[in-house]
């Protein structure tokens, strides 16, 4: 199936992304995503980077402060899901400009943008950089131009 959940979370265990891409429950959401990422922050970095769990496995990897946790079925390659989860930081960087946690905090909407530019229904579907870059831009300038306009709601946004 291929990633069925990403997920940032930093090195104190506060979650800063979720994405799901099975169909789950609420309450098994907020169980899988205590009992992911407390695996992964109980674990040193001497050791590897997979994990065996419920029949599943989960990848992750460290960057600066965050982890980037997938959890994938046992039959899927490993390796390519670490290079999934390193081509979407390369991207984050490349946008945000060394992209660091604070980044993610304030700007979560373009993180989850350029998320779903790379990944649809947990497969990657854009290799190319400078597409999501691209798309991540036009985006961009379309919220611009939305704030630019008259609008009741843009009036508000103005005053606060």
Known sequence: MGIELLLLVNRQGKVRLTKFYADVDKK???????????????????????????????????????????????????????????????????????????????????????????????ELQETSKRNVLKAAGAQDDMMEEDLKRDTPLNRIKLKV
């Open 28 to 122: 098994d959401k907020q169980r899988v995503v205590r009992e992911v990422s407390s695996m992964v922050l109980g674990r040193t970095h001497k050791l590897c980077n997979f994990i065996e769990w419920r029949g599943k496995k989960i990848v992750y990897k460290r960057y600066a402060s965050l982890y980037f946790v997938t959890l994938i079925d046992a039959e899927d390659n490993e390796l390519i899901t670490l290079e999934t989860i390193h081509h979407y930081v390369e991207n984050l960087d490349k946008y945000f400009g060394n992209v660091a946690e604070l980044d993610i905090i304030f700007n979560f909407h373009k993180a989850y943008y350029i998320l779903d530019e790379l990944l649809i229904g947990g």
